[in-house]
């Protein structure tokens, strides 16, 4: 019952590149958010956007949502050693698709960046 | 400061001996829910609670027990561990449901 899906799965890049993780998910939503984990550690909050939004910016942050195609990606520019992280995408379901699930994560995407 | 604690950060235990994670916020969250977090399977809902006294199983509610009798605080109850359920866990809290979370620091399970 998985709802949200990462790709790639890692993603491995140079210091100063652009990084774009993808998320997919199943039925409707009311919002999309993105989180990053340092390694074993809580779960910090990036960006959320809502079902009625197409894009959204913070600092070297870009979120973009197509609710047609059920997908939302995540860019990061001009990347950077500290990026180094695990980034999840996070669904809340509408009704009456919800499984019982009132939040929902994919399995992250593990970006390193490299010096 | 605004945080979300989690105590044990670490716990190892016996088969079948009760125990309790607490979760506590201090930002006056109405949403609390706790998570697992296993290797290849990402983060997995196990209970989430609206409000006061309101709680609902996630995904993975099977060995778990919660309970919300004050709003900032949010205990997880393993009554009967079993190895199964040697995961690291996170509380979460949001000012409602479908906003930002705000993340505990983990507290790692290991059942033996």
């Known amino acids: 019952s998985q709802q949200g899906e990462e790709d790639p799965q890692a993603l491995s890049i140079q210091e100063g590149e652009n990084a774009t993780m993808n998320c997919s998910y199943k039925t409707s939503i009311n919002n999309l958010q993105w989180y990053r984990q340092n390694s074993g550690r809580g779960l910090v909050h990036l960006i959320l956007?809502?079902?009625?939004?197409r894009e959204k910016h913070s600092g070297r942050l870009r979120v973009t949502l197509d609710t047609s195609k059920k997908s939302s990606s995540l860019l990061i520019t001009a990347s950077r050693a500290a990026d180094t992280a695990s980034y999840f995408c996070?669904?809340?379901?509408?009704?009456?698709?919800?499984?019982?699930?009132?939040?929902?994560f994919g399995p992250g995407t593990r970006l390193s960046v490299l010096p | 400061e605004a945080q979300v604690t989690q105590n044990p950060r670490y716990l190892i235990t016996v088969t079948g001996k009760k125990l309790t994670v607490t979760c506590s916020q201090n930002?006056?969250?109405?949403?609390m829910s706790w998570y697992r977090q296993d290797p290849g399977l990402g983060l997995r809902q196990i209970y989430y609670?609206?409000?006061?006294?309101?709680?609902d199983k996630g995904d993975v509610p099977e060995g778990y027990k919660v309970s919300r009798k004050e709003k900032r605080n949010f205990p997880l109850i393993l009554e009967s561990p079993s190895p199964n359920q040697t995961s690291l866990y996170f509380c979460a809290s949001s000012p409602r449901t479908g906003y930002e979370q705000y993340f505990g620091p983990g507290t790692r399970l290991t059942v033996t």
């Open positions: 956007i809502r079902s009625n939004e």
């Open positions: 609670s609206m409000n006061v006294e309101v709680t």
């Open positions: 930002m006056n969250h109405e949403y």
């Open positions: 996070a669904t809340d379901p509408q009704p009456p698709d919800n499984y019982g699930q009132n939040f929902v």
